[in-house]
């Protein structure tokens, strides 16, 4: 863009103001240039110094043997080498395959439904208060909800009796200490799965599809569900992209729930690249080895954001 | 000033030393400690505030926050007064519930510096999963006199000794001052008991399974031991010393001079192959007992992993709510439950003897070897690395000489015994008269081992995990019989680098 | 085209036209909002019963409510409110500001190498929180921040930048560069163009991730536990120091833990209940997306 002009910008201007294009066009890019600098400096400051700098320090620890307090060793790739040659490493990344494969599904089409049921209510009142009424539970701290499930999941909790009232007994087992259905039982783990955040997002974005569009696929007779698929879905497409980078980060990312529920267990049926990141580092020590899988996974997880953001370009 | 200056050189020794994989400990000042005044007390010229994480013995002071329903202690604020009457200048702050001793956060303010000057932690995490640098060395200290104890010669003579070997990192190395003693036994709801018909306490390993069965036929649920938490770490030193039997308990004790099993005694007795499967197959032959043990606990309780949400499940709640006949757990844990005013009366009795329940086992009574020296009173002064106000001048002196002050037989009888929980160790401390009979257990020998789980944290929690997968039958004794020796060997490894041993020396 | 399309005209073929179906959807919302309901329950009604009660059976209703577990987490935890709630509110007030800058530099502001920049903020989202902990916390030990507020607070500011920029900068991109343009015949500048225009209109994105960062600066307890101890805890720590250390079971603590979560979403839900009227209005010109 640089060096021109838009038409639409000389075709309003008054005459009297008009000014040669180029010397024009230069200074405005160095004042544009100037006023990036301005607005972004709070940010690129604050990142630089309390988020770059400290992440930096982890990464070059990736490189060494560190106990977390005494100086580090250097011992160059080594710590990448073992990661690969470890089978608890390579088991992690499975789960986190899986565990991605299906949590993101999860964490973003319940929300959608909501937001659908809700955009589709006939007065604007109780769309307000059911958006009130999804969001609230922001508030409730995590924890809650795990030790909840910890007990909905336990040998005589609620989900076996249950399957023992409707004769289905065969099925009931201790959901979290069975090697095959653990990371299953994680993955669904927070029933009926729907997020306040992505609700709002979702519904932000239902919101802004313009009228026109919808009546004009009313007067061609379109009924609901037909609508749904082929006027809101794609118009939507952005909010599904952002909320599926979000969410392919959050489940990668999710340290708390494997942590606390199994700790990895049974053997290594739930565990995750991040958990195993953080047992290595922080339980065994071993910090360089925790921050070079840390290394391994950002990577990944970058190449799939990008991935994702280029492939499914939103044309507006 | 030289003072800092030799402090500096000696840390930045210190992490030289570290460097090399040394595994001696840094600290300032090595035991020379201040002259003494006229009153035979210690000159101390620093002025400020010792910060001091006292944990459960922690004085209900104005400003010091309690975990609501705690206790309210006086005992420790007594002390810290006489302390503040004798300097003037130096106040004693201890910290609220508020601070956490989680070994995490405790490491990672270690590294900023920003630890508390005394505070207590567990010395088998101190001593394993802590690095090296992070507690100053009290072992010179300990050597020389303890000018607050009158006529004492040497500090440590007033130190039980087996709580000493069994708390120390190496036998020049003494992190921890450890002054009291905590029980173990089965405690069970008399209620419940009577009701299932059970009119005797189990005195043998067979009985114990029959009440089992008794408890589970009436409808109960018999026992609840978290598998994971206690299972390896308590029941390998009940049957490990048991099968190896009393001589070759002795005989491991002997590789190090000092009275106790060290961690070193256990990485000689394992290079030896008394505590290798592969060589003994004593070693795991426990393991199918264990387990039958376990299918008679809640199953809820086996399954908790090593970090569980608060508000699991845990055995002393179940005990107040009446949901199990019997918990195997610490004597803090009676006051617990009769706190919670549930009105359930408890009886306890010892782990019953072994002897003829397998092949291997023998007559030795090693019902004692889960207690130890893992109570309240276990505590550490930080090193100026890990806590920058230490690099004060004369502030280390301060801080070892109020850790003196609180360390003579009456304050440590008069702490204790305030709390009621654990037992005094310090020569010629008399425990509560509800303890009274556990007093002996803390003078005799002790032979607990863990067969090499005491080598590193990662030998710890890999050997307690694949404990918990074959109690809950997720794996055969084939993988264990492959996997034992495997976690074992590395965590010697591992052990070796940082505390080398000479095995040539060990006959 | 027929009035019936002009905008802002509401007729009854457009009424039709959304299909909008009101009981089934009601019904539907109803049964999933309540089983979303279920942890506040739990929390609510286990913040009034004791830790034996709560192990019997966890589900089970108060029948006799121990008010007095709330009279205990309030003495308790009273003191963190005013020094959290500074920490929380500059803290959110000033991610909200230098986010909606930076994003609207990136949604409007031409420079060189920009997607690189922008990746360089994004990127930030991937990295798992731990593995800057402690980097991190010798940073503020080293920088003399342990023990204060700030010590807190710019480490959140910075923290906050990654998603506040993604999602600002779409929001902004969408708005009809019409609006922009009117602004710019009457001579404004960039600043003019941010204050007038950019920042009312995505004001509602605005609030929505300010009322996320209030809920997750307002639990966060890692960081805080290791920065402000003892008298300057925030809330969420000194909830935390309910529970008694180890060896000295308390088995009512979890409960009275409960109850003090419970007063310290009290704040929150007021807050989210006020903003929620704010996005109302003007959602549809602020859409966000990538």
């Known amino acids: 863009m640089a060096g021109s002009t838009t038409v639409v910008a000389t075709e309003r201007r008054p005459a009297a103001t008009v000014r040669p294009q180029r010397r024009r066009s230069v200074r405005r890019l160095v004042l544009e240039r100037l006023a990036a600098v301005a607005?972004?400096?709070?940010?690129?400051?604050?990142?630089?110094?309390?988020?770059y700098y400290p992440a930096v320090r982890a990464g070059v620890t990736a490189f060494t043997r560190w106990d977390g307090f005494n100086p580090p060793v250097w011992v160059g790739v080594q710590n990448f080498t073992q990661a690969f040659g470890d089978p608890d490493f390579l088991r992690s990344a499975v789960n986190v395959a899986i565990w991605t494969l299906f949590g993101v599904p999860l964490a973003m089409v319940p929300s959608f439904v909501v937001a659908e049921l809700i955009f589709r209510l006939r007065s604007d009142r109780a769309q307000f208060v059911w958006r009130a009424v999804f969001v609230a539970p922001l508030i409730i701290p995590p924890v809650v909800s795990i030790l909840i499930w910890q007990f909905l999941y336990g040998p005589n909790g609620p989900i076996n009796t249950v399957l023992h009232s409707v004769g289905l007994g065969e099925l009931a087992r201790s959901w979290i200490a069975d090697p095959k259905f653990a990371l299953w039982a994680l993955i669904f783990l927070g029933f009926p799965w729907v997020s306040s955040f992505n609700v709002l997002i979702f519904y932000s974005g239902l919101k802004a599809i313009p009228r026109e569009v919808i009546e004009a696929s009313a007067l061609e007779g379109a009924g609901r569900f037909r609508q749904l698929v082929h006027i809101e879905l794609p118009l939507i497409a952005g909010q599904w992209k952002l909320l599926l980078?979000?969410?392919?980060?959050?489940?990668?990312?999710?340290?708390?729930?494997?942590?606390?529920?199994?700790?990895?267990?049974?053997?290594?049926?739930?565990?995750?690249?991040?958990?195993?990141?953080?047992?290595?580092?922080?339980?065994?020590?071993?910090?360089?080895?925790?921050?070079?899988?840390?290394?391994?996974?950002?990577?990944?997880?970058?190449?799939?954001?990008?991935?994702?953001?280029?492939v499914l370009r939103t044309r507006s | 000033m030289m003072r800092r200056r030799q402090f500096m050189a000696a840390t930045m020794a210190a992490g030289a030393a570290a460097l090399a994989g040394c595994s001696k400990s840094s600290s300032g000042g090595a035991g020379n400690g201040p002259s003494l005044r006229s009153d035979g007390n210690p000159d101390l010229t620093w002025k400020g505030t010792i910060t001091m994480g006292a944990q459960a013995y922690t004085p209900a002071l104005p400003g010091v926050k309690l975990a609501p329903g705690t206790a309210k202690l006086q005992e420790f604020g007594k002390v810290a007064d006489a302390f503040t009457a004798l300097y003037p200048d130096i106040k004693i702050k201890f910290l609220g519930?508020?601070?956490?001793?989680?070994?995490?956060?405790?490491?990672?303010?270690?590294?900023?510096?920003?630890?508390?000057?005394?505070?207590?932690?567990?010395?088998?995490?101190?001593?394993?999963?802590?690095?090296?640098?992070?507690?100053?060395?009290?072992?010179?200290?300990?050597?020389?006199?303890?000018?607050?104890?009158?006529?004492?010669?040497?500090?440590?003579?007033?130190?039980?000794?087996?709580?000493?070997t069994q708390s120390y990192a190496d036998a020049d190395t003494q992190y921890c001052n450890n002054g009291d003693f905590v029980g173990t036994a089965f405690f069970y709801n008399k209620k419940i008991f009577a009701s299932a018909g059970i009119s005797d306490v189990p005195k043998t390993w067979d009985e114990l399974i029959a009440v089992c069965q008794k408890l589970?036929?009436?409808?109960?649920?018999?026992?609840?031991?978290?598998?994971?938490?206690?299972?390896?770490?308590?029941?390998?030193?009940?049957?490990?010393?048991?099968?190896?039997?009393?001589?070759?308990?002795?005989?491991?004790?002997?590789?190090?001079?000092?009275?106790?099993?060290?961690?070193?005694?256990?990485?000689?007795?394992?290079?030896?192959?008394?505590?290798?499967?592969?060589?003994?197959p004593a070693v795991l032959a426990w393991w199918p007992m264990a387990k039958e043990l376990f299918s008679y606990c809640d199953p809820q309780i086996n399954q908790l992993p090593a970090n569980p949400p608060?508000?699991?499940?845990?055995?002393?709640?179940?005990?107040?709510?009446?949901?199990?006949?019997?918990?195997?757990?610490?004597?803090?844990?009676?006051?617990?439950?009769?706190?919670?005013?549930?009105?359930?009366?408890?009886?306890?009795f010892p782990w019953p003897s072994l002897a003829g329940s397998n092949q291997y086992a023998t007559s030795f009574d090693t019902a004692n070897a889960v207690s130890g020296p893992n109570a309240a009173w276990q505590y550490f002064i930080s090193s100026p690395r890990s806590d920058t106000s230490l690099r004060e001048n004369g502030k280390l002196d301060a801080v070892v000489?109020?850790?003196?002050?609180?360390?003579?037989?009456?304050?440590?009888?008069?702490?204790?015994?305030?709390?009621?929980?654990?037992?005094?160790?310090?020569?010629?401390?008399?425990?509560?008269?509800?303890?009274?009979?556990?007093?002996?257990?803390?003078?005799?020998?002790?032979?607990?081992?863990?067969?090499?789980?005491?080598?590193?944290?990662?030998?710890?929690?890999?050997?307690s995990k694949l404990f918990q997968a074959y109690v809950l039958g997720q794996v055969s004794m084939d993988d264990v019989t492959t996997k034992y020796p495997q976690i074992m060997d590395k965590g010697l490894q591992d052990y070796l680098q940082v505390h080398p041993i000479d095995f040539s020396k060990y006959s | 085209m027929s009035a019936a399309t002009l905008p802002g005209r509401r007729s009854a073929t457009a009424g039709r036209a959304l299909r909008k179906w009101s009981l089934p959807g009601h019904f539907v919302l109803a049964i999933i909002a309540v089983l979303t309901y279920v942890p506040a329950y739990f929390m609510i009604d286990n913040a009034l019963r004791s830790g034996p009660a709560m192990q019997a059976s966890p589900f089970a209703l108060a029948t006799e409510p121990k008010w007095h577990n709330f009279s205990l987490a309030w003495q308790a935890s009273s003191f963190a409110y005013p020094g959290t709630i500074f920490i929380v509110v500059v803290s959110v007030v000033g991610i909200a500001i230098?986010?909606?800058?930076?994003?609207?530099?990136?949604?409007?502001?031409?420079?060189?190498?920009?997607?690189?920049?922008?990746?360089?903020?994004?990127?930030?989202?991937?990295?798992?929180?731990?593995?800057?902990?402690?980097?991190?916390?010798?940073?503020?030990?080293?920088?003399?921040?342990?023990?204060?507020?700030?010590?807190?607070?710019l480490p959140y500011l910075a923290g906050g930048q990654a998603l506040g920029v993604v999602v600002l900068r779409s929001a902004i991109e969408a708005i009809p560069e019409e609006l922009f343009e009117a602004a710019k015949i009457d001579g404004a500048g960039h600043a003019w163009m941010f204050f007038s225009v950019a920042v009312p209109l995505s004001m509602p994105l605005v609030i929505a991730l300010a009322l996320l960062n209030v809920v997750g600066l307002w639990g966060d307890y890692v960081l805080p536990s290791l920065?402000?101890?003892?008298?300057?805890?925030?809330?969420?720590?000194?909830?935390?120091?309910?529970?008694?250390?180890?060896?000295?079971?308390?088995l009512d603590s979890y409960n009275v833990q409960l109850a003090a979560f419970s007063i310290a979403s009290v704040p929150i839900a007021v807050l989210v209940l006020v903003m929620m009227k704010y996005f109302v209005s003007g959602l549809s010109q602020s859409a966000v997306k990538l």
């Open chain 2, 216 to 280: 589970k036929a009436a409808g109960t649920t018999p026992c609840a031991i978290p598998a994971y938490t206690y299972g390896f770490g308590w029941l390998a030193r009940i049957f490990l010393a048991n099968f190896l039997g009393e001589d070759t308990c002795k005989k491991i004790d002997a590789y190090s001079k000092d009275p106790g099993i060290s961690t070193t005694d256990v990485a000689v007795a394992y290079k030896k192959g008394l505590l290798d499967p592969r060589q003994n």
């Open chain 2, 97 to 164: 519930s508020d601070y956490t001793y989680e070994t995490t956060t405790m490491k990672t303010q270690a590294t900023g510096g920003q630890l508390p000057d005394v505070w207590w932690q567990q010395h088998s995490e101190v001593n394993t999963s802590f690095p090296a640098g992070v507690c100053t060395n009290l072992a010179p200290y300990m050597e020389k006199p303890n000018p607050f104890i009158k006529g004492n010669t040497r500090w440590r003579d007033v130190l039980n000794a087996q709580s000493y």
């Open chain 3, 98 to 153: 230098t986010t909606l800058a930076s994003a609207y530099a990136f949604a409007r502001l031409r420079f060189r190498e920009k997607e690189i920049w922008f990746y360089t903020v994004f990127g930030l989202l991937l990295i798992p929180g731990f593995i800057t902990l402690i980097p991190l916390y010798v940073q503020m030990s080293d920088m003399g921040l342990i023990g204060t507020r700030w010590g807190l607070i």
């Open chain 1, 39 to 51: 607005f972004l400096l709070p940010t690129l400051a604050l990142i630089g110094v309390f988020s």
């Open chain 2, 401 to 463: 000489a109020w850790m003196q002050f609180f360390s003579t037989p009456e304050r440590n009888t008069a702490i204790c015994n305030e709390y009621g929980s654990f037992l005094p160790t310090y020569s010629g401390a008399e425990p509560t008269k509800d303890l009274k009979e556990l007093a002996s257990l803390a003078a005799e020998p002790i032979y607990a081992m863990n067969g090499g789980a005491e080598f590193t944290t990662e030998a710890n929690d890999q050997i």
């Open chain 1, 245 to 310: 980078v979000l969410s392919i980060i959050g489940v990668t990312q999710n340290l708390t729930v494997p942590l606390l529920l199994t700790n990895g267990g049974p053997g290594n049926a739930t565990l995750t690249p991040v958990l195993y990141m953080y047992q290595r580092a922080i339980d065994y020590g071993q910090y360089g080895f925790g921050m070079a899988v840390g290394t391994l996974l950002f990577v990944v997880v970058l190449a799939l954001s990008i991935i994702n953001m280029r």
């Open chain 2, 310 to 348: 608060v508000g699991s499940p845990n055995p002393e709640a179940m005990m107040a709510a009446g949901k199990v006949g019997m918990i195997y757990d610490g004597t803090w844990a009676p006051t617990a439950v009769a706190a919670n005013g549930g009105g359930i009366e408890i009886g306890s």
């Open chain 3, 227 to 250: 920065i402000l101890q003892g008298d300057s805890s925030t809330v969420s720590v000194a909830i935390t120091s309910f529970t008694p250390p180890p060896m000295t079971p308390n």
